[in-house]
């Protein structure tokens, strides 16, 4: 089975995207890397719902929470920020795509809310999936 192409066929309006994450704790994106990049071959991004600044010290330990559970290496090329973030939804999607704005024409056409992303380059055999085929994936934690 040869996996397809990602088809954004709608976006969740600003509304949608607050229902959406009332339980939501953070999402987590794994994508391929570009493929120089031999010793960070996968791209994270975390997604914490939480439109607050965080402190420092509090984004550091929350990262290193992050890297350690989920067995990734030493980051490289990490942005740790608020951002906009989107959501599409598409057929065969289980959950909503997140979708981190960057260029002001997105910023400007996508519904979205302010986000606390960590976005940087690393390493892990748990996904394998970005590593070795080349998919991207996501998975949601919820608030119990």
């Known amino acids: 089975m040869e996996a397809k192409a990602i088809q954004t066929d709608t976006y969740f309006e600003v509304d949608e995207i607050e229902k959406h994450l009332e339980n939501v704790e953070f999402i987590i994106m794994?994508?391929?890397?570009?493929?120089?990049f031999t010793q960070t071959p996968i791209h994270f991004?975390?997604?914490?719902?939480?439109r607050e600044p965080l402190p420092y010290e509090v984004q550091s330990a929350v990262l290193d929470k992050?890297?350690?559970e989920n067995q990734i290496?030493?980051?490289?090329?990490?942005m740790s920020q608020l951002m906009p973030v989107g959501f599409s939804k598409s057929p065969?999607?289980?959950t909503p795509m997140p979708l981190l704005l960057v260029s002001p024409q997105d910023r400007m056409s996508i519904p979205n809310v302010a986000m606390f992303v960590y976005d940087f380059l690393a390493d892990s055999e748990?996904?394998?999936?970005?590593k070795v085929h080349r998919?991207?994936?996501w998975s949601y934690s919820y608030n119990s």
């Open 30 to 36: 794994a994508t391929p890397a570009p493929e120089k």
């Open 45 to 50: 991004t975390i997604f914490l719902n939480t």
């Open 66 to 68: 992050f890297l350690e």
């Open 73 to 78: 290496g030493k980051p490289a090329e990490l």
């Open 92 to 94: 065969g999607q289980d």
């Open 126 to 130: 748990q996904f394998y999936e970005a």
């Open 135 to 137: 998919l991207t994936g």
